[in-house]
Nanobody, 121 residues
Framework: QVQLVESGGGLVQTGGSLRLSCAASGNIFSINSMGWYRQAPGKQRELVATITTGGALNYADSVKGRFTISRDNAKNTVYLQMNSLKPEDTAVYYC???????????????WGQGTQVTVSS
């Protein structure tokens, strides 16, 4: 069984900053990618940023230059530093990991419960 504990969401004014954290624990042998996705009301869930074990990064165009994803492999934790926040960043932010339970096993995807980020204008 895997657990993802997300934290750091909240209410912030336009131009403000927030830092999200997601710590993974449980039956995890290895994690190859960790990332953040978001879903605004009435919209589909979309990718925000991902990072691999080797440090390869991928960002949505809408957050490039404002958001920074990082991870601590020793702690199985991924972070999302969000600066210059805009009202359109308002959404529920979900952490996702791709993990293996033992050497050579298949990779599984697991989602967190989500944390609300609200940016007021």
């Amino acid at each position: 069984q895997v657990q993802l504990v997300e934290s750091g969401g909240g209410l912030v004014q336009t131009g403000g900053s927030l830092r999200l954290s997601c710590a993974a624990s449980g039956n995890i042998f290895s994690i190859n990618s960790m990332g953040w996705y978001r879903q605004a009301p009435g919209k589909q869930r979309e990718l925000v940023a991902t990072i691999t074990t080797g440090g390869a990064l991928n960002y949505a165009d809408s957050v490039k230059g404002r958001f920074t994803i990082s991870r601590d492999n020793a702690k199985n934790t991924v972070y999302l530093q969000m600066n210059s926040l805009k009202p359109e960043d308002t959404a529920v932010y979900y952490c996702k990991i791709n993990y293996a339970t033992y050497y050579g096993s298949a990779w599984f995807a697991y989602w967190g419960q989500g944390t609300q980020v609200t940016v007021s204008s």
